[in-house]
C-alpha cells in the first residue's frame, strides 16, 4: 500500500516515470538553442508582406511591442510546463496532466495537424529558393536552374531528394539535428547580419517613420494581415516542448533558452526590416522574396545569391526541426496508449522514433502532390485552438494544481495571469476575423478531432464493461467453487 501511494505521488507532482524505451537526453544548450529557432523563426524570410499593410511606424512598433504579449508569456508557459512534465510530448502531455486522456487526444491530433500541414510547405520553398539562386546567371531559363518552376519533374525531384536527406538526419537523432541546425543558423543570418551592416548607416529613420502618414495614419493600417504576418512568423515556442524529454539539463536550459530564440527572433525581424524600408519606401510594393530585392540594392547580385542560399538553408532547418518535434508528438501519443504502439517504435542503437519519422515524412510525400493551398490556409485558425486550450491548461494548473512540482515558474503570484492569457486575445481575433470560408473548414476540422476522441471514448467504454463482466464471471466461478468444496 505504501509503494502504490508514493507511485501516485511522483505521478502527482509530475516527476518524470522511468522509461527503458525512451531518446536519450542528447540535446545541449546550443543545439535547443538552434532548434529553437528554427522552430519559432527560421529567419525574416515571409515577414515581407508584413509591410504591405501600411504605415511603417505601426509595423515596427508590432514587431517590437506586441511580441511581449504573445511571445514572452506563451514562451514562458512552454518553459514552465515542459519542466513540469519533463517528458516528450508537449502540449498533449500538459492536456493529460490537466484534464486526463481526451483533452490530452485532441490538443495532439490538433497540434499534428498544423505541423504537419506546415512541413508539406518548405520543400517546396526550398525548391523556389534554389531556382532563384539562378537569377541573373546564364542558367536562369535552364530547367535545372532559374527555370526549375516551369519543370514539374524537376521541382518534385529536388523536394523528394531533400526530404530523404532530412529523414535519415532525424533517424541518426535529435543531437545530430541540432548540431545540423546550429550550423544552418549561421549560414541563414549571415547575409542579413551583412545587408544589416552594409545598410543600417544608411537608415534615415524619421523618413521611416513618417511613411503613409506614419502614428497619424492609424485607420489605413490592415491590421488583420499585419497581425496575422506577427503570429505567424513568431509562433511555435510550444513545439519546443516536444522535446522535454531530451533536453540536458533542463531546468537550466528551457528558460534560457526560450529568451535567447524571443531576442534572436526578434532582432533578426526588425534590423532587416528597418533597412529595407530605408531602401524600398513604397509599402505597396512589398511582398513575399522582397529582401532579395533590397539585397540587390545594398550589396549587388552576389548578396542577392547568398540570401537565395539562406532561405534554401531556412527550408532545411524548417523542415528538419519541425519533422523533429512533430514525430515526437506521435511518439508520446502512441506510448500513452492514445495511438497504436507501432509509433513509439525506437529504431536501435539510435533510439529515435524511426516510425513516426517516417510516416510524418510519407504524408507530406503525398500532401506536396496534390494542391492543398485549402489545407494550409487553416494552419493557423488550428493553431490558434492548439495555443488557445495551452493557456488555459496553464491556468488549470497554476489556480487548482499549486502542489505539482515546478523546477520553474514562470509567475509566482494570481496576478499575473491576466498576463500570462494574453496570448488569447490574438487567438480570438485570429478566429474571429478570418474569412467564413476559413471558419467552417475550421469547424469541420474540429468535428472530425471530436468524432476520433468520442470514438476512444466509447470504446473505452465498452472495454470497462466488457471487463467488468468478465470479473464478475470470475466471482461467480470462485464462489461456486467455494460453495462446492466447502466443508460445510
Not at 495511438?339 to 506536396?368: D, G, H, Q, W
Request: charged share 15%; aromatic share 12%.
Amino acid at each position: 500500500m505504501t509503494v502504490e501511494i508514493e507511485n501516485e505521488h511522483s505521478k502527482l507532482v509530475g516527476e518524470s516515470e522511468p522509461h527503458s524505451n525512451h531518446p536519450p537526453r542528447t540535446i545541449g544548450f546550443i543545439s535547443f538553442l538552434s532548434i529553437g529557432y528554427f522552430l519559432v523563426s527560421g529567419g525574416p524570410f515571409g515577414i515581407e508582406g508584413s509591410v504591405s499593410a501600411g504605415s511603417y511606424a505601426y509595423v515596427l512598433l508590432t514587431y517590437i511591442v506586441l511580441p511581449i504579449f504573445w511571445c514572452i508569456p506563451h514562451g514562458l508557459i512552454t518553459a514552465e510546463l515542459s519542466l513540469m512534465v519533463n517528458k516528450d510530448g508537449g502540449c498533449s502531455v500538459w492536456g493529460e496532466k490537466a484534464f486526463g486522456e481526451y483533452v490530452s487526444l485532441s490538443l495532439g491530433l490538433f497540434s499534428w495537424f498544423a505541423a504537419i500541414v506546415d512541413l508539406s510547405l518548405y520543400p517546396v520553398l526550398f525548391v523556389q529558393y534554389f531556382s532563384n539562386c539562378f537569377n541573373g546567371t546564364p542558367y536562369e531559363n535552364d530547367l535545372w536552374g532559374g527555370g526549375m518552376e516551369t519543370c514539374t519533374h524537376c521541382r518534385l525531384l529536388i523536394a523528394f531528394a531533400v526530404i530523404v536527406l532530412i529523414v535519415l538526419m532525424n533517424c541518426w537523432g535529435a543531437e545530430q539535428v541540432g548540431i545540423f541546425s546550429t550550423i544552418l543558423s549561421v549560414i541563414l543570418l549571415t547575409p542579413f547580419i551583412i545587408m544589416v551592416v552594409m545598410g543600417i548607416g544608411k537608415v534615415e529613420l524619421g523618413e521611416i517613420l513618417r511613411v503613409d502618414g506614419g502614428l497619424s495614419n492609424f485607420k489605413g493600417v490592415q491590421w488583420g494581415v499585419l497581425l496575422t504576418n506577427l503570429v505567424w512568423s513568431t509562433s511555435g515556442f510550444d513545439a519546443t516542448g516536444q522535446l522535454a524529454g531530451e533536453v540536458k539539463n533542463p531546468k537550466r536550459n528551457y528558460p534560457i533558452g526560450i529568451i535567447g530564440v524571443m531576442i534572436i527572433t526578434i532582432t533578426s525581424y526588425v534590423l532587416p526590416l528597418l533597412v529595407g524600408m530605408q531602401y524600398d519606401r513604397d509599402y505597396a510594393n512589398w511582398q513575399d522574396g522582397q529582401f532579395s530585392i533590397i539585397a540587390l540594392k545594398v550589396g549587388g547580385q552576389w548578396l542577392g545569391i547568398l540570401l537565395s542560399i539562406g532561405g534554401m538553408v531556412s527550408s532545411v532547418g524548417l523542415f528538419q526541426c519541425n519533422l523533429c518535434t512533430s514525430a515526437r508528438n506521435l511518439y508520446s501519443l502512441s506510448d500513452r496508449g492514445y495511438l497504436p504502439k507501432v509509433f513509439s517504435k525506437l529504431l536501435p542503437r539510435r533510439e529515435t522514433p524511426f516510425v513516426a519519422i517516417l510516416t510524418n515524412a510519407a504524408i507530406v510525400c503525398i500532401l506536396i502532390l496534390m494542391p492543398f493551398q485549402a489545407i494550409m490556409s487553416l494552419d493557423m485558425s488550428i493553431y490558434s485552438i492548439v495555443v488557445t486550450l495551452e493557456v488555459i491548461i496553464y491556468i488549470k494548473l497554476f489556480i487548482w494544481n499549486p502542489d505539482y512540482d515546478r523546477p520553474y515558474k514562470a509567475i509566482t503570484t494570481r496576478w499575473l495571469l491576466p498576463y500570462m492569457a494574453s496570448p488569447m486575445i490574438f487567438t480570438i481575433l485570429i478566429l474571429a476575423l478570418s474569412p467564413f470560408s476559413i471558419q467552417w473548414k475550421t469547424l469541420v476540422a474540429v468535428a472530425i478531432n471530436l468524432a476520433i476522441v468520442a470514438t476512444r471514448y466509447f470504446h473505452n467504454r465498452y472495454k470497462q464493461k466488457n471487463q467488468i463482466k468478465s470479473n464478475n464471471i470470475l466471482d461467480y466461478e470462485e464462489e461456486s467453487l467455494i460453495k462446492k468444496y466447502s466443508i460445510n
